[in-house]
């Protein structure tokens, strides 16, 4: 028979372990962010090697699914002799795979920025860097926001893979209580549930900033 009680007798344990999904989910997002405007500049780059260097990057972290990334990551760091705790091998694994997709979200968004507002930077004698940050990557921000809180809620909905290298985000602690108490399906709804409230919430703040940056 379903239990209600044993969902609200584990949902505090689930809502701590959700603290991990979330940090996971918002440093990578916010690496994939730097590391894609990187990666973007490189795809725009007059140079082919950059430009060939950054295609090469998005297709291997588009194309190499993210938990094989991760078991990658984990396993060869110690013996490149570079030791770091699971939790940091995982959001730089998270964040470099983001920061494929989050490059194309920006470039397509550079591309929707006309032209003529970086020709007129370049006739008043505006160093690129300038150019950049003070002109192309703030628009481009705000034209490919909506992408960037589809990739973030993406990111909390992946962040379950971690389980794999020993993490206890929302997804293995719900295997851990499912294992103990032998109601996985409560605890699996549970898990469900906290899983689409983070992303709601996301969502709704999404729609807030979108709304605060039209004005």
Sequence with gaps: ???????????????????????????G??????????VCAGALSRRVWLRRAAA?????FRGVPLLIQLLVAFYLLPVIGINVPALVAAVLTVGLCAAAYLS??????LNAI????????????????????????????????????NELILLVKASSLVTVVGIVEITRM??????ATYRPLEIYLAAAF????????????GRLLERRLAY
């Design 1 to 27: 028979m379903f239990s209600f009680q044993t969902i609200f007798d584990n949902l505090p344990v689930l809502i701590g372990a959700a603290r991990y999904t979330l940090l996971i989910s918002v440093l």
């Design 194 to 205: 906290l899983y689409l409230a983070i992303n709601l919430v996301i969502a709704q703040a």
């Design 29 to 38: 997002c916010a690496q994939g962010l730097l590391v894609g405007a990187v």
């Design 104 to 109: 194309e979200v920006l470039r397509g968004a």
């Design 114 to 149: 006309p032209r003529g507002q970086a020709e007129a930077a370049a006739a008043i004698g505006m160093a690129p860097r300038d150019l950049w940050l003070r002109i192309l990557l703030p628009q481009a921000l705000k034209i490919g926001l909506p992408a960037i809180i």
């Design 56 to 60: 090469l990057y998005v297709s291997f």
């Design 174 to 179: 719900s295997q851990s209580i499912a294992s």
